[in-house]
C-alpha cells in the first residue's frame, strides 16, 4: 500500500488556524474509517479525531470543539479543519486508518507548531 501524504502544517501564533489535507489512496476508500493522529516530542503518538464511512465523527476531549474532521471521497481526502490553536497541539500530525480497519505505512506527517 502507499502511505498517505499530509500536508497543511506549518507555524501559527496562539489563537491561529491551520487546515490539514491527507490524501489516501486505497480501493474503496469511502468506507473506511480515517483518523488523525498527533505525537508530540516525547509523547506517544494518540489518535484527535476521526470519521467513519458515513461521516460520523469523533474527537478527543483536548480538541473537541476546537477541531473538525471532514472527508472528501471523491478525492480521497481527509481534512482536519484547526482553529483556536493553542501550543499544546504542537506535534507531528499523521492521518491513517482507525479501529479495525488495516493500517497504511505510515506517512511523514506534518508539522504543526504553535508559539505562545
Known amino acids: 500500500q502507499v502511505q498517505p501524504v499530509e500536508s497543511g502544517g506549518g507555524l501559527v501564533q496562539t489563537g491561529g488556524s491551520l487546515r490539514l489535507s491527507c490524501a489516501a489512496s486505497?480501493?474503496?476508500?469511502?468506507?473506511?474509517?480515517m483518523g488523525w493522529y498527533r505525537q508530540a516530542t516525547g509523547r506517544q503518538r494518540e489518535l484527535v479525531a476521526s470519521?467513519?464511512?458515513?461521516?460520523?465523527?469523533r474527537y478527543a476531549d483536548s480538541v473537541k470543539g476546537r477541531f473538525t474532521i471532514s472527508r472528501d471521497n471523491a478525492k480521497n481526502t481527509v481534512y482536519l479543519q484547526m482553529n483556536s490553536l493553542k501550543p499544546d497541539d504542537t506535534a507531528v500530525y499523521y492521518c491513517?486508518?482507525?479501529?479495525?480497519?488495516?493500517?497504511?505505512?505510515w506517512g511523514q506527517g506534518t508539522q504543526v507548531t504553535v508559539s505562545s
Open positions: 491513517n486508518s482507525v479501529g479495525s480497519f488495516s493500517r497504511y505505512p
Open positions: 486505497r480501493s474503496a476508500f469511502s468506507i473506511i474509517a
Open positions: 470519521i467513519m464511512g458515513g461521516e460520523t465523527t
